[in-house]
């Protein structure tokens, strides 16, 4: 029989800083804890920041996901002598190999918008998450660079993927609410293409701060379990609402004198 492919989810944004890495790593958390099993693709060799947080960098890391380091092959430009010419149909078919025996493969871009990487990873992708904070600056540049550029690599593709905008780093104040308004202003208004702002949002976590700092899952942060059920309800959420996930399996009940420890 066939092996199914993998489902590609491409975390996508031209800003640096917009959480592409926590988002990617939270989601691939939270699908892996589900049943799910992912595999992490980061193509930003220079920053790696998913892969740092993997047993593939950090062999005591406790993170349950694997992660690869992955770029554009490049061969010699027969048109251009002495420049290297990326391949990015080679670049995809190493996703999908690489992917053989997982239900998803998360890919975190490189920031820099004129990567092989990422137009390869937005032609493949089943689905386009573009986390963003609400703050102005963010806004401004995912209207006027991200949301065009996103347009322009997919004017050819036949088959959308699923794209959703997701409120990244949120702080329950008027200053983010407006800036969410802007978001879904953008996804409703914009004249390139359709895309929807997600009604789940991403808090301003130390959780999330955590999990990338110590290199562990969401399960082992050290800050209290508030701030954790927080952050994972939000991923949770978001993956529902895009559906990563169809359904959220029931929690398992815990001995009391556990639920204390975690508690404490």
């Not at 959480?19 to 804890?33: E, I, N, R």
């Not at 589900?34 to 693709?41: T, Y």
């Not at 290297?84 to 078919?93: E, F, I, Q, R, V």
């Amino acid at each position: 029989m066939e092996q199914a492919l993998p489902k590609i989810v491409t975390f996508f944004n031209t800003k640096g800083g917009a959480g592409k890495s926590k988002l990617c790593l939270g989601l691939a958390y939270v699908l892996h804890k589900h049943g799910c099993r992912v595999l992490i693709v980061d193509s930003d060799p220079e920053q790696a920041t998913s892969a740092n947080v993997t047993r593939l960098m950090d062999p005591e890391s406790t993170f349950p996901v694997e992660a690869v380091i992955l770029q554009a092959p490049r061969y010699p430009d027969p048109q251009r002598p002495g420049h290297l010419k990326p391949d990015t149909a080679a670049y995809l078919a190493q996703v999908l190999q690489l992917g053989q025996g997982y239900d998803y493969v998360f890919i975190d871009l490189p920031a820099r918008s004129e990567e092989p990487e990422q137009l390869a990873a937005l032609i493949g992708a089943d689905f386009v998450l573009i986390p963003s904070k609400p703050g102005r600056a963010d806004v401004r540049v995912l209207r006027d660079i991200g949301i065009p550029k996103l347009a322009k690599s997919l004017a050819n593709v036949e088959h959308l993927p699923v794209i959703a905008i997701v409120p990244n780093a949120v702080q329950r104040h008027n200053v983010d609410k407006v800036g969410i308004e802007e978001l879904t202003d953008i996804a409703q208004n914009n004249d390139y293409i359709e895309l929807s702002v997600t009604a789940a949002t991403v808090p301003d976590s130390v959780a999330l701060e955590e999990m990338t700092a110590l290199n562990v899952g969401l399960d082992e942060v050290v800050t209290k379990k508030p701030a954790r059920d927080a952050a994972i309800t939000a991923l949770t959420n978001v993956a529902l609402e895009v559906r990563l996930l169809n359904k959220v399996r029931p929690a398992k009940r815990k001995s009391s004198a556990k639920a204390a420890r975690e508690e404490a």
